[in-house]
């Protein structure tokens, strides 16, 4: 029987904790350093989620390991860079089942204004939504019946009335290098004044310093974000230093639904066992 070791918590998945335990030996390496990934030599996988992990790991921490592949139940990957095999749920069907980080979108819309002290009634309010992909889509289904309208755009076009009528920008882009720092302060200075910002992206894709730019001189309202640039680092984000009350940070929680990790820890390992690897 071949070994997985957790770098991620799953004891609290009922479902999955019987499931993986019934194929695989499983070992706890929550909360493991970096610098000790090579300590378990019998380990044949990592199971590592980007929202439980303080590092990237990379080639040269598990290079005396005998890890052939890891494992990440998200479709992002940014905290994992090596040579040897990735499994994800990237572009898998499963995803369509999966509405927990759309839903907390929701839930940072509604609690940034709450916490500065402007309530707003969405109803009276326009998203915009950039990254009209999987994600784009479900946000837009369950934000319609609650906002005045829902506006859409992906960022190869994004058109005037976006920029002038958004009071909400929902950045649902992908991470890869031609989106770093996408969301600067010439694309936020093409919106009108006072927006609120929400990202459940990728941190990567937001100048961070821009945003605080934003915000003292009042272009952005608020900032609502659960990710941040320095995820994966032991740097501090600019946001956290500043710690501005028109900041609002979730700790990479928006997949973390219950019912989510379900169906997502279930599948990447469904995939690992369609591999040869």
Do not use: W
């Not at 900032?223 to 501005?244: F, Q, R």
């Amino acid at each position: 029987m071949k070994t997985i070791g957790f770098l991620t918590p799953f004891n609290h998945l009922p479902n999955f904790s019987k499931y993986v335990k019934a194929n695989f030996k499983c070992i706890s390496m929550v909360g493991l350093p970096k610098d000790q990934l090579n300590i378990f030599k019998s380990v044949d996988y990592l199971f590592a989620a980007p929202n439980y992990l303080k590092y990237i790991i990379e080639d040269k921490d598990i290079e005396e390991s005998s890890i052939k592949g890891i494992i990440t139940p998200s479709t992002g990957d940014n905290h994992i860079n090596v040579s040897i095999p990735v499994i994800s749920i990237k572009n898998d069907s499963i995803l369509e089942q999966i509405h927990s980080t759309a839903e907390h979108n929701l839930y940072l819309c509604l609690a940034i204004p709450r916490q500065i002290g402007t309530i707003v009634e969405l109803k009276e309010k326009t998203l915009g939504i950039l990254g009209y992909g999987r994600l784009g889509k479900i946000l837009e289904k369950i934000t319609k019946p609650i906002f005045k309208q829902v506006l859409k755009a992906d960022i190869d076009f994004v058109d005037n009335n976006f920029f002038s009528d958004t009071d909400f920008l929902s950045i649902n882009i992908d991470y890869k290098d031609v989106n770093i720092n996408y969301i600067n302060e010439e694309f936020v200075g093409k919106f009108k004044n006072n927006i609120y910002i929400v990202n459940t992206s990728r941190g990567e894709v937001v100048d961070e310093v821009d945003i605080l730019k934003g915000l003292y001189e009042g272009k952005v309202l608020g900032y609502a974000t659960d990710v941040i640039k320095e995820e994966h680092t032991s740097k501090a984000t600019a946001l956290k230093i500043e710690n501005h009350n028109s900041i609002l940070i979730t700790p990479h929680i928006g997949g973390t639904a219950i019912e989510a990790q379900e169906k997502a820890y279930k599948r990447v390992i469904e995939k690992l066992n369609e591999t040869n690897i």
